[in-house]
């Protein structure tokens, strides 16, 4: 039986070489399951980064494919799920993008590139086009999020996500910190299971575990 394929999903203005897909590059390859893990770099337009994705699903139609997204990554994952029935984890996902950038229109600068390029109306319009207000089927997407996030309202993904499995985290970051600690429920979850760790309350420095319903 084939091994699930896991396609990382980065952010807005990230590439394959920030933090979180590099540690799970290493960490995969350490596993001695680096085939089982892609990571493209995006492009900026919505649109063309939604066809490349596609194009990477649609090439292994014999694999059980998992998507794990960050930031912008993870609501680029919620219209492929939609669409294709995959599996998707969604870490720090943003739930209403189009909102978010409107406010950052113009010049860009990629974090880990040289890529510089504009952020138009346009960009905007084709995120509303794949925006999925409803979901045909929560428990085919596992929510990591962390209520420190100082970029995104962590509320607004564990309301539209409310009836899938999660992990609420005090504290953190958008970057999601000790993303170490997730990954094995990340790998259970591509077998169907939901297996959430004991997570670090950054806020306190406790030790505490979370349920899949909270």
Known sequence: MPQPLFIYIHGFNSSPDSYKARFFVDWMSA???????????????????????????????????????????GYYSTWLTEKYGVRAVLINP??????????MLGEQDNYYSD?????????LDQLLAIDCPRLKDPARYLLLTQAGDETLDYRQAVE??????????????HGFDQFESVIPAILAFAEGRVELPAVTDLTAGEIRTETSDE
């Open 115 to 123: 890529e510089q390029y504009e952020l138009t109306a346009e960009h």
């Open 94 to 103: 943003a739930v209403r993008p189009y909102e978010l950038l409107a406010e």
């Open 31 to 73: 596993a001695g399951r680096a085939e089982q893990l892609i990571v493209p770099a995006l492009p900026h337009w919505p649109a063309n980064a939604i066809a490349l994705l596609e194009q990477l699903i649609e090439a292994h139609p014999e694999r059980a494919i998992v998507l794990v997204g960050s930031s912008l990554g």
């Open 160 to 173: 539209k996500f409310k009836d899938s499995p999660m992990l609420v985290q005090q504290g953190g970051c």
